[in-house]
């Protein structure tokens, strides 16, 4: 199925009605590079959520697919893909849904919108571009050593092999390699953007309970623990008031009670 740039949430939330393919509607036109001509292409018009806050779609951008001479045609794929949807009587809901041993099915934890009922989720997306992009040889794969650091277990291990003294040094310095290795290589799936408008509204001082309303997590929701920002305020650092208590003594020691 044609998959279009952008958040790996946006595929798998499309419906059924989402993707159209009409003769006069669905009609693209493309330069042939060979003589020049312009070409009528037909193509499947496909209607993306564009707000992240509006969940009823008003703001939309329609993306057209164009059809292609090969086998990695969209179109030919969504007219295949179609017609399984339509021996399973599959007529609303999710337009990417779940296969296993050659049928559809709805196994698994069951989502809050019973129409989603069946459909794939965004890490599902993910995992799909991470395995083709290895697939076709754009990312390489982890060394052994690589690995060890990526893994919270062998970190675990090693913080227990060392003396109370020395554990933060080391921490920090995982945390650093981690953060090296993970920009020296391509991603072509991220993390979801939500993280920078929640970390946003903590940085204005916005409650935890109004964060969760707006972006809409049920509350108490431990994925939002991941995208919230853990370090310390700087108007909070304790550094900042020893140096307005000096300040206003002059650089002398305040007396103890």
């Known amino acids: 199925m044609p998959v279009t740039p952008g ?9 059924l009605r989402d993707v159209t393919e009409s003769v006069t509607e669905s009609v693209a036109e493309v330069v ?16 993306l959520c564009r707000s992240e806050t509006n969940p009823h779609g008003r ?15 969209p179109l030919a794929a969504w007219r295949a893909w179609r017609d399984v949807l339509a021996a399973a009587g599959v007529e609303r809901g999710p337009l990417l849904r779940r296969v296993k041993n050659n049928k559809l099915t709805t196994a698994g934890r069951p989502p809050r919108d019973p129409d989603r009922a069946g459909g794939i989720g965004d890490r599902t997306i993910r995992n799909l571009i991470r395995d083709t992009a290895a ?3 754009l990312t390489r794969a982890l060394t052994a050593e690589e690995r060890r650091l990526l893994s919270s277990r062998a970190e675990a291990n090693e913080l227990a092999a060392l003396a109370e003294a020395e554990r933060e040094a080391f921490t920090v310095e995982r945390r650093r390699a981690r953060r090296l290795l993970r920009h020296s290589m391509r991603r072509y799936s991220g993390h979801s953007m939500r993280r920078g408008h929640v970390r946003h509204l903590q940085r204005l001082g916005v409650p935890r309970h109004i964060i969760e309303i707006h972006c809409r997590y049920v509350p108490g929701f431990k994925a939002l623990a991941r995208y919230l920002d853990d370090t310390l305020p700087w108007t909070d650092n304790p550094t900042v008031l020893m140096r307005q208590t000096g300040r206003a003594t002059g650089g002398r020691r305040p007396r103890s009670v």
């Open 135 to 137: 697939a076709a040889g």
């Open 7 to 15: 958040q790996a949430r946006k595929p798998s939330g499309l419906n």
């Open 32 to 47: 042939d590079e060979q003589n020049g001509e312009l070409l009528e292409l037909p193509a499947l018009v496909i209607t």
């Open 59 to 73: 703001t939309v951008d329609r993306v057209r697919v164009v059809a292609q001479d090969d086998a990695t045609c």
